[in-house]
C-alpha cells in the first residue's frame, strides 16, 4: 500500500527566505511522486514529478525536490520564497500498477510573509 | 481548451436530490480519474477510467455515487439521494497514459455543497 505523509500542515516564511514542505512516503515498491500545487478555487497543478531518474528533480516556478531511499523522503524546497508561491501544496505517490490512482497527503498550506 | 474542464463550477442543491457533474479531460488522454476533496478527508480516489476497459470503482464511497465515460472523451459522476457529507469539491484529471511517469492533470473541480 502506498501513503504520503506531510508534516506540518501550515508553514510560514518571510519572503526571500527558503521553502522546505516536508514529505515522507510509504510504498511497497518503487514509488512514483509527484508534488503539487493549488491556489484558492483552483484545481492542482503540477509542480514536479520523480519517476525514478534523476533523484533530484526540478520543478516549475523555481522549485526543487529531492528523491531520498534511505529515508524514504521526498521534500519540496524553492530557495528564496515569493509572495506569489502562497498557495497549498500536495505530495502524492503511485505505485504506477493497476488504476495508478494517487494517494495525497493532507496537504501544507504556505503563507509568505512581506 | 487546453486542459481539463469541469462544469459546473459550483453546485447547491437540497439534501435528497440527485446531482450529475461532468468532466472533459484533454483530448488524446485515455485515462481519467475523479476525486474528492473534502475538509478533514483530503483528497480521496473515487473511480478510474482506461480507454474501453472496466472502470476501477473501488473508491467510490457508497452505492449512490456512480459515474460513466463514453469512450476516451467526457464523463460524469452521478450522485443521488445527495446527504450533507457528500459536500466537497469533486476533482477530475486525465492523463496519457496509465503509466506511473504519466502525471495527472486535474480541472478545477465542482464545488458542491448540501443543504
Keep these: ?114 | 481548451g487546453a486542459g481539463v474542464s469541469q462544469s459546473p463550477s459550483n453546485k447547491v442543491t437540497e439534501k435528497g436530490k440527485d446531482v450529475e457533474l461532468r468532466c472533459d479531460p484533454i483530448s488524446g488522454h485515455t485515462a481519467l480519474y475523479w476525486y474528492r476533496q473534502s475538509l478533514g478527508q483530503g483528497l480521496e480516489f473515487l473511480i478510474y477510467f482506461q480507454g474501453n476497459s472496466a472502470p476501477d470503482k473501488s473508491g467510490l464511497p457508497s452505492d449512490r455515487f456512480s459515474a460513466e465515460r463514453t469512450g476516451e472523451s467526457v464523463s460524469t459522476l452521478t450522485i443521488q439521494r445527495t446527504q450533507q457529507e457528500d459536500s466537497a469539491v469533486y476533482l477530475c484529471a486525465s492523463s496519457a497514459g496509465q503509466g506511473g511517469n504519466q502525471p495527472q492533470h486535474f480541472g478545477d473541480g465542482t464545488r458542491l455543497s448540501i443543504l
Excluded at chain 1, 502506498?2 to 519572503?15: F, I, K, N, P, R
Excluded at chain 1, 512514483?32 to 516556478?61: D, H
Excluded at chain 1, 520564497?81 to 504556505?110: I, K, Q, W
Design chain 1, 1 to 114: 500500500a502506498q501513503s504520503v505523509t506531510q508534516l506540518g500542515s501550515h508553514v510560514s516564511v518571510s519572503e526571500g527566505a527558503l521553502v522546505l514542505l516536508r514529505c515522507n512516503y510509504s510504498s511497497s515498491v518503487p514509488p512514483y511522486l509527484f508534488w503539487y500545487v493549488q491556489y484558492p478555487n483552483q484545481g492542482l497543478q503540477l509542480l514536479l514529478k520523480y519517476t525514478s531518474a534523476a533523484t533530484l528533480v526540478k520543478g516549475i516556478n523555481g522549485f526543487e525536490a529531492e528523491f531520498k531511499k534511505s529515508e524514504t523522503s521526498f521534500h519540496l524546497t524553492k530557495p528564496s520564497a515569493h509572495m506569489s508561491d502562497a498557495a497549498e501544496y500536495f505530495c502524492a505517490v503511485s505505485d504506477g500498477t493497476g488504476a495508478n490512482n494517487l494517494f495525497f497527503g493532507t496537504g501544507t498550506r504556505l503563507t509568505v510573509i512581506p
